[in-house]
C-alpha cells in the first residue's frame, strides 16, 4: 500500500517560517556577541539585564524588576539574593508600605555597569556597522510593536 504525499497540499501558512524560532535566532546571533564580555564579569545573561533595568529605572519592586527584565519571579527571587550578597544591588523597605521591599543598584552594581558598558557599546556599535544602525532602529520599532500583541489571558505556545 503506498502512502500519498500530501506535503504539496500544505496552505501557505502551514509552510511559513517559524516567526518564534526566527526570533530565537536572532536573539542566540546578537547575545553570541555579549555572553564573552558578560562572562568576564562573572554574570549571567539574567543578572545584567537585573542591573540594566535597576541602572536604568531606579529603585524598584521585585515584580517591577521581574516584569521590565523578563525574568520569572521565582528564578528573580534565588538571582537577587545572589546580587545582593556580591554587593551589586540593595534592599530597602518602602516607607509608604512595610511590606513592599524596593530594589536599588549598590555603588558596587554600577561599577560593573561601568565596566561592561564600553564593551558593550562596541558590539552595539558592530552591529549597527554590519547590520545598519537605521535597520536596527526599525528592527526594534518593530519588535516593539509585535510585543504589544501579547494576548492576555491566552495560553502560550511556541508559534
Same mark, same amino acid.
Given at each position: 500500500?503506498?502512502?500519498?504525499?500530501?506535503?504539496?497540499?500544505?496552505? %501557505?501558512?502551514? @509552510? @511559513?517560517?517559524s516567526l518564534a524560532i526566527g526570533l530565537l535566532k536572532a536573539r542566540?546571533? +546578537? =547575545?553570541? $556577541?555579549?555572553? %564573552?564580555?558578560?562572562?568576564? $564579569?562573572? &554574570?549571567?545573561e539574567q543578572q545584567w539585564r537585573v542591573l540594566r533595568v535597576l541602572a536604568?529605572?531606579? =529603585? &524598584?519592586?521585585?515584580?517591577e524588576v521581574a516584569e521590565k527584565a523578563f525574568i520569572l519571579a521565582p528564578s528573580l527571587t534565588r538571582m537577587l539574593r545572589s546580587l545582593e550578597e556580591r554587593g551589586f544591588i540593595s534592599k530597602h523597605k518602602d516607607e509608604a508600605d512595610g511590606r513592599r521591599v524596593l530594589l536599588r543598584l549598590a555603588p558596587a552594581g554600577q561599577a560593573v555597569?561601568?565596566? +561592561?558598558?564600553?564593551d558593550s557599546r562596541r558590539v552595539y556599535a558592530q552591529i549597527d556597522a554590519r547590520?545598519?544602525? !537605521? @535597520? +536596527?532602529? !526599525? &528592527? &526594534?520599532?518593530m519588535l516593539e510593536d509585535l510585543a504589544t500583541l501579547k494576548l492576555e489571558g491566552k495560553p502560550g505556545g511556541e508559534e
Open positions: 500500500m503506498t502512502i500519498p504525499d500530501n506535503s504539496k497540499d500544505t496552505s %501557505p501558512r502551514e @509552510r @511559513r517560517r542566540e546571533a +546578537v =547575545m553570541s $556577541h555579549f555572553r %564573552p564580555i558578560l562572562a568576564d $564579569h562573572d &554574570l549571567t536604568e529605572s531606579g =529603585m &524598584l519592586d521585585a515584580s555597569i561601568d565596566e +561592561v558598558m564600553p547590520f545598519g544602525a !537605521q @535597520r +536596527v532602529e !526599525q &528592527l &526594534l520599532d
